[in-house]
């Protein structure tokens, strides 16, 4: 059974930092390419940064330079560092786990930033 496990979220004002993370379980983890998606209110769920099986990262525009995607192969973790917040950032954060014609998500966590 597949699991991936969201944790991490909460409130924080804007300029704070935040570290969320996600541990899979049920998959062979470094097979997978990894990221992190989020979802505003009334908004569809957007991409905000993915890692691939090797370590290369992509990241939305928006969070470039403030946001840092991490895997730790070891332990089955995919972290976000989530850096210098903007009340634009709050939203329900998912992990995804992927390969080619599966996808696998999370239940999400919540981050609220508050301006």
């Known amino acids: 059974q597949v699991q991936l496990v969201e944790s991490g979220g909460g409130l924080v004002q804007a300029g704070g930092s935040l570290t969320l993370s996600c541990a899979a379980s049920?998959?062979?983890?470094?097979?997978?390419?990894m990221g992190w998606y989020r979802q505003a209110p009334g908004k569809q769920r957007a991409l905000v940064a993915t890692?691939?099986?090797?370590?290369?990262?992509n990241y939305a525009d928006s969070v470039k330079g403030r946001f840092t995607i991490s895997r730790d192969n070891a332990n089955n973790m995919v972290y976000l560092q989530m850096n210098s917040l903007k009340a634009e950032d709050t939203a329900v954060y998912y992990c995804?786990?992927?390969?080619?014609?599966?996808?696998?998500w999370g239940q999400g966590t919540q981050v609220i930033v508050s301006s």
């Open positions: 995804n786990a992927g390969q080619p014609g599966i996808s696998y």
């Open positions: 049920g998959i062979i983890f470094s097979a997978y390419g």
């Open positions: 890692i691939s099986r090797p370590g290369g990262t």
